[in-house]
């Protein structure tokens, strides 16, 4: 089954104090997301809202993990920001995270997205991925439309709506999560339902994206993309160059070796894969973007987030202390409307499958975005 992104209207916003309601950004299963100004300080922000008739225990678990989770990691300048978490006075838990205009949904089909911007965008995911491992979480769907760009043009990975800790802790009823054109081919066998070689594939399938204008496994002509067919390519990983003639064979290695159907012969980890997309940078004469990735005394000092915690609560707020101008673009040709039924990277929410029930927590159509302060700097030795 597969969580679809809905098509009804948004729901009433919910009567927050010291914010004034804007208008909607989206609407999803079973959240809404609103833009309000927040009165003071003064700034807009993004509200997400769960619906008042879906909340249920499963769907409180998620929502709890997502509030702790993105506060812990708010302080990371490449994942979102969340600004507080709280209950409606008509009994409607709710996000308030940083709003921002725009996100990569479907931007990489529309035009070609420079060289020199995905390789700095993939480092800066990586370093926002290595520092959730390192604190214990796994985002467990990464894809072009989960990172957002901030108003400054910096890329943010969103949407921690189904992570979960990377040893596998049994607090909650196990969750499948896939985004097919993205997820890597033990997910799409449901083998396991996360790892940090599961997250380097996704980050690996993400960068090709951007790059190519689709995804990896995705193929030209009407049809030719249904779910069974992504998935039984995906099984096989048989990796195809980007085959744009300003891509270097020493970047195609790199996300050829991501998308390894075998998860020992990818990337250890996300800093060692950022690492190696800054070697391309230095290669291609680029500016090397640093790698940040949180001090360890960082991730052992968080509190560990409890994803069986399905319990109503109040205020939720971080305890954790907070440590361009763009080049020419050429355009590319929409792409077209693909038929009912086909999968396009981009398309489609994931799917989140807890043995055959559906938990979706992903907005469709939302565009938020967010910064943190730096933290630790590492620039190609020692990334791993």
């Not at 195609?252 to 159907?261: F, G, P, Q, T």
């Not at 997309?277 to 052992?300: I, K, N, Y």
């Not at 000092?301 to 109040?314: E, K, N, Q, S, Y």
């Amino acid at each position: 089954m597969t969580g679809r992104v809905s098509s009804r209207l948004p729901s009433t916003p919910p009567g927050i104090s010291g914010f004034t309601y804007v208008r909607p950004l989206g609407a999803g299963g079973f959240a809404d997301v609103f833009l309000f100004e927040q009165n003071l300080p003064r700034r807009p922000v993004a509200v997400k809202v769960l619906l008042e008739d879906v909340v249920d225990e499963n769907v409180l678990r998620m929502f709890n993990a997502e509030a702790d989770v993105m506060a812990r990691l708010s302080a990371h300048p490449s994942i979102l920001t969340i600004h507080e978490a709280s209950v409606s006075a008509d009994g409607r838990p709710y996000l308030v995270m940083e709003y921002c205009p725009t996100s990569l949904t479907h931007r990489y089909r529309r035009e070609e997205i420079p060289v020199s911007e995905v390789l700095q965008l993939g480092v800066k995911i990586g370093s926002a991925l290595e520092t959730a491992h390192r604190a214990g979480l796994l985002h467990r769907d990464i894809k072009p439309s989960n990172i957002l760009v901030t108003a400054f043009g910096s890329p943010v990975l969103s949407d921690f709506g189904i992570a979960a800790a990377v040893d596998g802790r049994p607090e909650a009823e196990e969750v499948f999560a896939m985004s097919v054109p993205w997820s890597a081919p033990e997910i799409v066998d449901e083998r396991v339902s996360g790892s940090i070689a599961a997250e380097v594939w996704s980050l690996g399938a993400t960068v090709y994206s951007l790059l190519a204008g689709r995804s990896p496994f995705e193929r030209p002509g009407r049809g030719q993309n249904t779910r069974d067919q992504l998935k039984a390519r995906i099984r096989k990983a048989v990796y195809t160059p980007v085959g744009r003639a300003d891509v270097p064979p020493e970047l195609d290695a790199v996300l050829a070796r991501a998308l390894s159907r075998d998860p020992a012969a990818r990337h250890p980890s996300a800093a060692a894969l950022a690492h190696d997309l800054q070697l391309v940078q230095h290669r291609m004469g680029l500016p090397h973007t640093p790698l940040e990735v949180a001090v360890d005394e960082w991730a052992s000092a968080g509190a560990h987030v409890d994803f069986g915690d399905d319990r109503p609560r109040g205020p939720v707020r971080s305890s954790v202390t907070r440590a361009t101008a763009r080049p020419e673009r050429r355009r590319r040709t929409p792409p077209r409307r693909p038929d009912e039924g086909t999968v396009l990277a981009g398309a489609e929410p994931a799917e989140r499958m807890r043995r055959g029930t559906v938990i979706a927590m992903v907005v469709g159509g939302v565009v938020l975005a967010g910064a943190g302060a730096a933290t630790t700097f590492f620039l190609l030795g020692g990334a791993g």
